[in-house]
């Protein structure tokens, strides 16, 4: 057996483990914790926070790079990977679909590598914990948790492999870390004052 095909054959077993734990319970909050709404309360609390550190005027040129680099990453995923692999999702994967469990009958569309979710998550995980890594001590590690229950949320719905997501989180930090770079180097903001 090939190195790829071995990494297949885990990736479909952390599959089968992560979807098969399934509950009413845990059905209904990973559906929840998939939605685009879930991150709302999330993002007001942290652009408050980046408004108490910085003020409104450069709050609103971090929010406007964090949206900037977010694009970016969705576009990548999309383009230069979904499009590129054109793997399948598991959902969509005529060789295990019909092992999978759904919640609410949602399959996703039809390719899965990578996930834009997780790129997407984790660049605004990546970008918001490094621009708030002075004044807010242990933000990174939370964004970086709220980021990954948004990524585990995928493959315990059977649209992504984990290896959709773990990708698709090296993408969107990537992306967010060549975004805090630019403002670092370019010095339109000061993070050490107000």
Not at 45 to 66: D, M, Q
């Given at each position: 057996m090939?190195?790829?095909?071995?990494i297949?054959?885990?990736?479909r077993?952390?599959?089968?483990?992560?979807?098969?734990?399934?509950?009413?319970l845990?059905?209904?909050?990973?559906?929840?914790v998939?939605?685009?709404?879930f991150?709302?309360p999330?993002?007001?609390?942290?652009i408050?926070?980046?408004y108490?550190s910085?003020?409104?005027?450069?709050?609103?040129?971090?929010?406007l790079?964090?949206?900037?680099?977010?694009?970016?990453?969705?576009?990548?995923?999309k383009?230069?990977f979904k499009?590129?692999?054109?793997?399948?999702?598991p959902?969509q994967?005529?060789?295990?679909?019909?092992q999978?469990?759904?919640?609410?009958?949602?399959?996703?569309?039809?390719?899965?590598f990578?996930?834009?979710?997780?790129?997407n998550?984790?660049?605004i995980?990546?970008?918001?914990g490094l621009?708030?890594k002075?004044?807010?001590?242990?933000?990174?590690?939370?964004?970086?948790?709220?980021?990954?229950?948004?990524?585990?949320s995928?493959?315990?719905?059977?649209?992504?492999?984990?290896?959709?997501?773990?990708?698709?989180?090296?993408?969107?930090?990537?992306?967010?870390?060549?975004?805090?770079?630019i403002?670092?180097q370019?010095?339109?903001?000061?993070?050490?004052?107000?």
């Amino acid at each position: 057996m090939g190195f790829i095909d071995k990494i297949e054959q885990i990736d479909r077993q952390l599959l089968f483990a992560i979807n098969g734990g399934n509950s009413p319970l845990f059905d209904t909050i990973m559906w929840w914790v998939s939605k685009p709404a879930f991150g709302i309360p999330f993002y007001l609390l942290f652009i408050f926070l980046l408004y108490k550190s910085f003020g409104w005027k450069n709050t609103f040129i971090l929010v406007l790079f964090t949206g900037l680099a977010v694009g970016l990453a969705d576009l990548s995923a999309k383009y230069l990977f979904k499009e590129m692999f054109e793997r399948f999702r598991p959902s969509q994967n005529l060789e295990i679909k019909g092992q999978l469990h759904y919640v609410n009958n949602y399959h996703g569309g039809m390719y899965g590598f990578v996930s834009s979710h997780a790129a997407n998550m984790f660049c605004i995980a990546m970008l918001l914990g490094l621009w708030l890594k002075k004044k807010k001590r242990y933000s990174l590690y939370f964004l970086l948790i709220w980021a990954s229950l948004i990524g585990y949320s995928r493959i315990y719905l059977g649209v992504h492999y984990p290896t959709d997501v773990l990708c698709g989180a090296l993408l969107g930090m990537s992306i967010a870390f060549l975004a805090y770079k630019i403002i670092i180097q370019t010095k339109l903001i000061n993070f050490s004052t107000k």
